[in-house]
C-alpha cells in the first residue's frame, strides 16, 4: 500500500516562511498528481496547490504569488514552500496523491496524516 510521509510544519510568525514536504513509499506504484489540502478549524477542507507529473501546477487564489509548489519524481516527493505566510494560513495540511499500485493493481488516491502550521505573533 502506499503511504504518504508529510514533514514541515510548525510555528511561524506572520511574514515568515516554511517549506513543506511529502513523501511517497510503497512498491511498484506511479503518481500522476501530487497536491497539498488544507483544513482549517471548523471549515471544510480546500486544495491549496496541485502539481501533475509534468510539472503543470494549479494553485488556490488565496496562495498565487505567495506559495510554490514542486516534486521531485525520482523520490516520490512533492514540496510546498511557504512565503509571506498570513494568520488566515493556519490550517492542518494535507498531502494528496493520485496514480496507480501497480504491485495492488488499483487507483491511488491516498491522503497523509496532515501536518499542523500555525502563523501567529
Known sequence: QVQ???SGGGLVQPGGSLRLSCAASGRDFSINTMGW???ASGKER??????TSDSSTQY???V???FTISRDNAKNTVYLQMNSLKPEDTAVYYCNAVGFDY?????IDNWG???RVTVSS
Do not use: C, F, P
Open 64 to 66: 498565487k504569488g505567495r
Open 46 to 51: 480546500e486544495m491549496v496547490a496541485r502539481i
Open 37 to 39: 489540502y488544507r483544513q
Open 4 to 6: 504518504l510521509v508529510e
Open 103 to 107: 504491485y495492488n493493481l488499483r487507483g
Open 60 to 62: 488556490a487564489d488565496s
Open 113 to 115: 496524516k496532515g501536518t
